[in-house]
């Protein structure tokens, strides 16, 4: 089975970096996704991992140790337009490549 | 340019009549998946396709079904809608060879009457 989990909501400043976690324990593993979801829209792919170590892309990065089951995913000169709620999702190929998702964390981006 | 297309986007449908929403994409991924998402809530999912092996979720209700003709396309059935069935549905796909990524199309948002 798997189990995902993520903070459910974080708080922060405009400008500051936000750090949010996710946790997993799955029966195997074929990386790890982030996206960013606005309300009333669709998730937007924001990073994959699959091998240990830092992804970055502008103002975001994200980070993979496959021996702790463990992930971050960071926001960095946070926009009030950063508010929205973050994925994190894992893909699992014994049980035919399945992409579950943990339950979210809402980031709110204060002025 | 769209890689994954879900039409309709909004779909109004009633209680007890069947609906069906589709799925295209571009990329020629090799897995397709379909997620209910009701408000303030993860996606959650429903089925998905590896290949042509289609994965049923234990708590998915018999009155959804799935079809997937081709690479391409997925259907999505709702034989019989309830009020409860009303939410986003969200098709995504993923690719096990070489591609690191896995999108999503637009949604569907269906309201029941």
């Known amino acids: 089975g798997q189990n995902i989990d993520q903070p459910t909501e974080m708080t922060a400043t405009e400008g500051a970096i936000v750090q949010i976690n996710c946790t997993y324990q799955t029966s195997g593993f074929n990386g790890l996704f982030w996206y960013q979801q606005h309300a009333g829209e669709a998730p937007t792919f924001l990073s994959y991992n699959v091998l240990d170590g830092l992804e970055e892309k502008g103002r975001f990065s994200s980070f993979l140790s496959r021996s702790k089951g463990y992930s971050y995913l960071l926001l960095k000169e946070l926009q009030m337009k950063d508010s929205a709620s973050y994925l994190c999702a894992v893909r699992d190929p014994s049980d035919d490549y399945k992409l579950s998702f943990g339950a979210g964390t809402t980031v709110t981006v204060r002025a | 340019d769209a890689m994954v297309i879900q039409n309709p986007r909004y779909q109004v449908t009633q209680f007890g009549k069947p609906v069906t929403l589709s799925c295209s994409q571009t990329?020629?991924?090799?897995?397709m998946y379909w997620y209910q998402q009701k408000s303030s809530q993860a996606p959650k999912l429903l089925f998905h396709y590896y290949d042509k092996d289609f994965n049923n979720e234990a708590d998915t209700p018999d009155n959804f079904q799935s079809r997937r003709p081709n690479t391409f396309f997925c259907f999505l059935d709702i034989r019989s809608p309830g009020l409860g069935d009303a939410a986003m549905y969200l098709c995504?796909?993923?690719?096990?060879?070489?591609?690191?990524?896995?999108?999503f199309g637009q949604g569907t948002r269906l309201t029941v009457v």
């Open positions: 990329l020629n991924h090799n897995v």
């Open positions: 995504a796909t993923s690719s096990t060879r070489g591609s690191t990524e896995a999108f």
